[in-house]
């Protein structure tokens, strides 16, 4: 079993950065590809990034790419994200979750998920 802990959200304007945390609790974290995916009213749920477990790999939506980084210290069971260049359209609750296939992280497809935390970009 895996806790996972969100922090870092908040209020944000345009081209501001937040760097996103997600605390690991209870089974050894570097067992475990980890991701960051978001949900917005009537948009859904969208994958944002992954990670492979050694952290040597990761992989992006679009809409992160060149903006966003992902990144981890299985040292502190923690993974990141941070987040550059907002724009209003990153308003979401973004949620960590954990999963044993790195590949099927970006559909969705994990094993553990936190409870999220908002963010919101004002224009």
């Known amino acids: 079993q895996v806790r996972l802990v969100e922090s870092g959200g908040g209020l944000a304007q345009t081209g501001d950065s937040l760097r996103l945390s997600c605390a690991a609790f209870g089974d050894a974290f570097s067992n475990y590809d980890m991701g960051w995916f978001r949900r917005s009213p009537g948009v859904g749920q969208d994958f944002v990034a992954a990670?492979?477990?050694?952290?040597?790999?990761?992989y992006y939506a679009d809409s992160a790419k060149d903006r966003f980084t992902i990144f981890r210290d299985n040292a502190k069971s923690t993974v990141y994200l941070q987040m550059n260049g907002l724009k209003p359209e990153d308003t979401a609750r973004y949620y960590c979750?954990?999963?044993?296939?790195?590949?099927?992280?970006?559909?969705?497809?994990?094993?553990?998920w936190g409870q999220g935390t908002q963010v919101t970009v004002s224009s």
């Open positions: 979750a954990a999963g044993d296939d790195y590949y099927g992280l970006r559909v969705g497809k994990a094993r553990y």
């Open positions: 990670i492979r477990r050694s952290g040597e790999s990761t």
